[in-house]
């Protein structure tokens, strides 16, 4: 159901995960008492601001908020991040896109399920509410939470906190096992570890080379294409991509879909479409990292 909430989106809390990765805890009751696991929000900063798509990082309806995590990557995001607690955005819509096919099964089912999680980078914030609401309801849930190094790391003890074991990755080394996310998997398995299903949230190659990874092991994936949307309500055509050859939107589709039927190649030249207007906007306000 796509709620326009009447409040005024206050922002409540603001955290720097990460220098350019910001999470932020925002009042919108009427969309907190509906949102669910794998849904996303369209934020809109202020009146003439671009509508950004942001996935629920979590709500909490009795305190009637939602959370996002944003990460600086142009123009309209470090917009967002500039804003501070008692400032307000203009607008905030949703929950929109489908739930998390999980939380279709009864608990029952659920509880027979052993689901394993790759997160990577920023994609890490969606992933704690699936794996929060997955061990609410009995399934074993093991979360493998991969990034270049120690200090881009987000949600780790927020993570540990729902699930039954959390498997951290540097590529350097940094902390944890050194390593990719999908690599760290192989291990799990190679150790007698038996996982149901993965899910894959990340970088548009993170999520192709898990499924890679999935199919060689036997591992049913879903990965969420959320980084494809740009308008967030089917009109504008940008985040269209194949799955098992039949055209899909991500955001009125998805955004979480079956990873071994999605054209990843595809998908990451879409993902390109806006490099060069994105280029020209940061040249115009003299934006950068």
């Not at 093991?142 to 540097?170: F, P, S, W």
């Amino acid at each position: 159901m796509l709620i326009f909430d009447l409040d005024l989106f206050t922002i409540l809390e603001k955290d720097m995960l990460t220098p350019t990765i910001c999470r932020m805890v925002v009042s919108a009751p009427r969309i907190a008492s509906s949102a669910k696991p794998g849904q996303f929000l369209i934020v809109r900063n202020d009146e003439k601001g671009e509508r950004v798509p942001l996935t629920i990082s979590d709500y909490d309806p009795e305190k009637g908020t939602v959370t996002i995590v944003t990460q600086k990557i142009g123009v309209s995001s470090a917009e967002i991040i500039a804003r501070e607690p008692g400032e307000a955005f203009a607008d905030v819509v949703g929950p929109l896109g489908k739930a998390s096919e999980l939380c279709e099964l009864p608990d029952e089912e659920l509880r027979k399920l052993s689901i394993v999680f790759i997160a990577g980078g920023v994609g890490t914030a969606p992933v704690y509410p699936q794996a929060k609401w997955l061990k609410e309801h009995g399934a074993h849930v093991e979360v493998i939470i991969g990034a270049r190094n120690e200090g881009l790391l987000i949600y780790t003890k927020e993570m540990a906190q729902v699930c039954d074991e959390l498997h951290l990755c540097t590529d350097d080394g940094s902390l944890g096992f050194k390593g990719v996310g999908t690599a760290m998997l192989e291990k799990l398995v190679a150790e007698g570890k038996r996982f149901d299903r993965c899910i894959a949230i990340g970088p548009m190659i993170m999520m192709k080379f898990s499924t890679l990874t999935c199919i060689k092991l036997g591992i049913p994936v879903v990965v969420s294409l959320n980084t494809l949307m740009v308008d967030g309500t089917g009109m504008c055509g940008a985040c269209r991509v194949s799955v098992g050859g039949k055209t899909k939107f991500a955001c009125v589709d998805g955004p979480e879909f079956d990873g071994a039927l999605v054209d990843f190649d595809e998908a990451m030249r879409r993902q390109g479409q806006y490099k060069a207007e994105e280029t020209q906007d940061k040249e115009k306000y003299g934006f950068s990292l």
